[in-house]
Structures are given as structure tokens and as C-alpha cells.
């Protein structure tokens, strides 16, 4: 798989994460491409983490991923230390999501980028997690990656709907605090 500036990165064979198209992926950055550079970013269920791998690329200061599969969590470390520059921070979390949320408790971030397995219904607990730890900076944007076919209404308690954008099978929801 190749990312911003045609650098090539390596992904997990076989099926067990379902990596972002290169569609999405463009759109997705294409919309905040004046907010990458500098800012902290939180990839969750980061799978091979391409999407943390393009904000560092694109001038992320600090990338944080959240990856349940161990295989994965040494593929996202091995491609992004690959790809940082000596002054970008990058911080590999293995294990369960939610748990792993509230480890960073204390912390913001300006970007997050969700994107679970469609049918476990993590949407929901994940957007009430980042709201209750305060780990979206009061400027900062969630993008959800889903389904709208698999995935269920999303809660919106605590956020504003700032835009939706669909791809074809794929949509792309981004929220950011209520003012």
C-alpha cells in the first residue's frame, strides 16, 4: 500500500482488518488538510495504521493508535517509526478499545479517526468514551468511518454534526464538540 508522498508501507495479510480504500482515505484528508500538520491525532481501531501513517507523513506532531491485534500493533510501530521525523511523537496502544480510551484520560487530541469492525457496534460506546474522558481538544474533529447499511445511528449527545460525505458503500461522518 503506498500514502501521501508515494511511500510504501506494509499492511497484515489476510482478512483480519479491513483497511480504509485509498478513495476514502484521500477524501478524508483532503477535507482536513489544513488541520494535519501540527496537531495530535488519535487513530482508532487503527488496523495497519495507514490513516496515523499519512498524518505523520502530512506533518502530525504526535500519532496515537489503539489496535486490538498484536500482529497489527507491530506492523503500525514498525511503519511508523519508518515514517516519523525525529520530532513527531508515536505511541502504539495493544488491546481493547474502551479500556485503552480511558488510559489516555488527560490527554487531547485534534483529530480522531474511528473506523471499527462494522458489526461489533462500537460507534456508540467509543464516541461516549472520547466525550467523558475529554479527549477531543475544543476545536478538534472526529471522522467515523461506517457502513450506513451494518452500522446503527450514531449518538449525538455532546457533539455537532459538522459534515457527512459518502463513497459508495462507505460513509464518513464528522463530529466536533457542540459550542
Known sequence: MRIYGNREIKTLSGQDTRPTT????????????NKIYGSRWLDLCAGNGTM???ALC???SKAVAIEKSPRACQII?????????????????????LKRLKSLQGHEFDLIYLDPPYHLNLYNPTLK???????LSSQGEIAT????????AMITDGWQL???????NTDVNFYGKLS
Do not use: M, T
Open 129 to 135: 468514551a472520547i466525550f467523558d474522558y475529554n479527549l
Open 58 to 60: 502530512r506533518g502530525a
Open 77 to 97: 510501530r514498525d511503519n511508523w517509526q519508518k515514517i516519523a521525523k525525529e520530532n513527531q511523537e508515536i505511541i502504539v496502544l495493544k488491546g481493547d478499545l
Open 162 to 168: 459538522l459534515q457527512e460525505k459518502s463513497y459508495g
Open 22 to 33: 485509498s478513495k476514502v482515505r484521500e477524501a478524508i484528508f483532503n477535507i482536513w488538510q
Open 52 to 54: 496515523g501513517a499519512e
Open 145 to 152: 468511518e461506517f457502513d450506513p447499511k451494518k452500522s446503527p
